[in-house]
């Protein structure tokens, strides 16, 4: 495994925020980390190699952080441009996050294959045991019937001598009882054996399928896992834009309203001046002059004058 050293610790200072947190602005840290954690190949053959893989991911995630609380902080004080730092610190998120899966894939991908090739082991171990033990049962078969084929040969003897010293009848007799008891003995022995080897089979079959099975769950669990992390992510990536469309939707609203709120005391400050500059004629045509009328008006539009107001 190549060895290298680990990530540098990532530090943005508030004054970089202005010129680091825009459109394309943080590719060149992105583009730093893809080199140091994909230029390694750990072997995922080892502890320490799965380790390095694990501690790459993990890096991955530290230095995603390191640029996102700054940018977090930065985003908080800015006025302007808030929708294009947030695009690019989500579009940093979803790299950082891909490149973290990507660089485990391998390991994740190692662990359900040793898994798979453990049960797998398992299920061979279990077969080649049951071969031993047939095989086993196999060879006693081959001496009960040496041993049948002597006991038979003895009898037979033992026939013969007693038909020699007996009568044809009795002898007749004897020889047929030891026939019959060897037929039933060898017969006995040749069901008991058969039936063993029956049994022996049908555990070595179950066996094989019990592995086929156990590798088809293995495989379909990791394409579950698979199938589940891409919904949890797509599900995350569509409530990050509902939550950014909800956010760009109450902004504009908040501007419509500061709008109409503007236009509102604007037409209250007309209507008001309309109102004043009538009096001010009006008073005017009673005698006052220009000056005084006006002063007139604006003492009674601040509540100087007692018991006169001016209705808008």
């Known amino acids: 495994m190549t060895e290298t050293t680990d990530l540098a610790v990532l530090e943005i200072k508030p004054e970089q925020a202005p010129a680091l947190y825009v459109e394309n602005g943080l590719d060149s840290y992105y583009e730093q980390i893809e080199r140091q954690v994909l230029g390694e190949v ?23 952080t390191a640029i996102e609380k700054p940018g977090r902080e930065y985003l908080k004080r800015l006025k302007e441009q808030p929708k294009i730092v947030e695009a690019e610190l989500r579009n940093w998120n979803n790299k950082c996050d891909a490149l973290r899966d990507k660089v485990r894939d391998p390991l994740t991908q190692w662990e359900a294959e040793q898994e798979r090739l453990k049960k797998e082991e398992e299920a061979r171990l279990a077969t080649e045991a049951l071969a031993k033990e047939i095989e086993s049962h196999h060879e006693i078969a081959l001496l009960l019937n040496e041993k049948f084929d002597r006991d038979r040969a003895e009898a037979a003897r033992i026939a013969e001598q007693q038909r020699i010293e007996y009568e044809q009848r009795i002898s007749r007799e004897a020889e047929e009882r030891v026939r019959r008891e060897a037929e039933e003995k060898a017969e006995r022995e040749r069901v ?64 419509q309203r500061i709008k109409d709120e503007a236009a509102d005391r604007a037409a209250n400050i007309e209507h008001k001046r309309q109102i004043n500059a009538a009096a001010v004629a009006d008073l005017i045509t009673a005698g006052l002059t220009e000056e005084c009328a006006q002063a007139c008006i604006r003492a009674i539009a601040k509540g100087q004058v007692s018991s006169v107001l001016i209705t808008y």
């Open 192 to 255: 008991e054996i058969a039936r063993r080897e029956s049994e022996m089979w049908a555990k070595i079959e179950q066996a094989e399928r019990d592995r086929i099975a156990e590798k088809e769950r293995a495989e379909r669990q990791a394409k579950e896992a698979k199938e589940r992390a891409e919904r949890d992510k797509q599900e995350a990536i569509e409530a990050e834009r509902r939550r950014s469309q909800e956010a760009e939707q109450r902004r504009l609203a908040e501007e």
């Open 42 to 64: 750990p072997d995922l053959t080892t502890t320490k190699g799965r380790a390095r893989v694990a501690s790459l991911a993990a890096q991955v995630s530290r230095s995603k």
